[in-house]
């Protein structure tokens, strides 16, 4: 049984309300395709990762030393969709807060990624080339996109911690 089924027969219960097995299934694939057409549905589910900073376009950085790992977040690859291609930039590309420095297209959209801090690309993500799927599969892990050397520390600064992020995508 689905989540949702399970949900909607365990809800049904409490409310005295006796269901079918088939009965709920049918109900939660009404609930979870009203939610997922107003977005709702991905919004409960998208994880934030604590430690992390985010950007307002909702790309990640995970700082070590002056290098940082980019990616987005768990909250964009669930607006996108399955992800179907990325394009990368080339290493030693140097590149402004706010350029655009990676494309991402899904099943539903082709979207640009925005670069949330100033820096020297270190490392691309390579095996994004031959498994774009990583992205949806593992945002915060196998799914990141560069390695870059931060050029201002004070950028870092600027960025959302977790909380800041998870209120931001809730609103």
């Not at 269901?19 to 057409?37: F, K, N, Q, T, Y």
């Not at 030393?65 to 080339?90: C, H, K, M, N, R």
């Not at 290493?91 to 350029?99: H, S």
């Not at 993500?125 to 992205?135: C, G, I, Q």
Request: aromatic fraction near 8%.
């Amino acid at each position: 049984m689905t989540f949702m089924a399970s949900f909607a027969r365990s809800t049904t219960r409490r409310m005295g309300i006796s269901m079918a097995p088939r009965d709920a299934r049918l109900a939660a694939g009404a609930v979870a395709s009203s939610l997922a057409s107003t977005g709702l549905l991905s919004r409960c589910y998208a994880t934030v990762m604590e430690g992390l900073k985010y950007a307002e376009s909702h790309e990640w950085i995970k700082v070590d030393g002056d290098t940082a790992t980019v990616g987005i977040s768990d909250f964009a690859q669930e607006e996108l969709g399955d992800v179907v291609y990325v394009e990368l930039p080339e290493e030693g590309t140097e590149l402004a807060k706010g350029d655009s420095f990676a494309t991402i297209e899904s099943v539903k959209a082709a979207s640009d990624v925005y670069m949330p801090l100033s820096g020297t690309v270190t490392e691309v993500n390579s095996e994004l080339t031959d498994e774009p799927s990583k992205v949806n599969e593992d945002a915060y892990g196998s799914g990141w996109l560069i390695k870059m050397k931060v050029a201002s520390a004070g950028e870092v600064d600027e960025m959302m911690d977790s909380a800041a992020y998870s209120k931001s995508v809730e609103e």
